[in-house]
């Protein structure tokens, strides 16, 4: 009930492409759900959350469409970048003070110029 | 403003030794975040601390402890390592009352 599962484990994808990574969580408790996405030596960076309230958030070119009835969230990074070669990963907590996140496994993008 | 920074970047040690490592989180975070991403694993919570006082663990031995400083700074121990402790540890913070978990560069541990 506490995992997270995320798909592709690996993802290509053209310069200007469309990137697309998908989560499912069992936990309806679940309803805080960040993506982070993480550089070869560095530590995860916080890139974009969103809460059941809302079905979709968009910043820039990155955006969330989240799916409740289904337990589904997925990320879209729109006009991909070699910039944007990265792991990300979905993560999923209850909202509030201090609660742990639950991790995705992460997929590797690799955006080819 | 400076992020979450953590000492050492790398630390290599021997099986049953003891490994100590660092954080310092956010000016103005009072919680601090400890995960493990092993090879293959991806992030494992580890252990969260406020307030200078462990506030949850995750599912890991009793080997894994820490503390936080009344500076918010804290301080993880591993005892007695084991090669399969070998993974890159991040520590996260976070502001009171706020789930945004803003994370380190992380510690590159290497049992050997």
């Known amino acids: 009930q506490q995992q997270v599962k995320q798909s592709p484990q690996s993802l290509i994808v053209q310069k200007g492409g469309i990137s697309i990574i998908n989560c499912a969580y069992e936990n309806t408790a679940f309803d805080y759900f960040p993506w982070y996405q993480q550089f070869p030596g560095k530590g995860p960076a916080l890139l974009i959350a969103?809460?059941?309230?809302?079905s979709e958030k968009k910043e820039g070119r990155f955006t969330i469409s989240f799916n409740k009835s289904a337990k589904q969230f997925s990320l879209h990074i729109m006009d991909s970048q070699p910039g944007d070669s990265a792991t990300y990963f979905c993560?999923?907590?209850?909202?509030?003070?201090?609660?742990?996140?639950?991790f995705g496994a992460g997929t590797i993008l690799r955006v080819k110029s | 403003e400076a992020g979450v920074t953590q000492s050492p970047t790398h630390l290599i040690k021997t099986r049953g030794q003891q490994a100590t490592l660092r954080c310092s989180p956010i000016s103005g975070h009072t919680s601090v975040y400890w995960y493990q991403q092993a090879l293959g694993l991806g992030l494992q919570f580890l252990l969260w601390y406020d307030e200078g006082e462990e506030r949850n663990r995750g599912n890991f031995p009793p080997r894994f402890s820490g503390r936080q400083f009344p500076n918010y700074s804290s301080e993880l121990n591993v005892n007695a390592l084991e090669l399969e402790d070998s993974a890159l540890y991040l520590c996260a913070s976070s502001p009171q009352d706020d789930n945004e978990q803003f994370f380190g560069p992380g510690t590159r541990l290497t049992v050997l």
């Open positions: 993560a999923a907590s209850i909202e509030g003070y201090g609660n742990k996140l639950v």
């Open positions: 969103i809460r059941p309230d809302v």
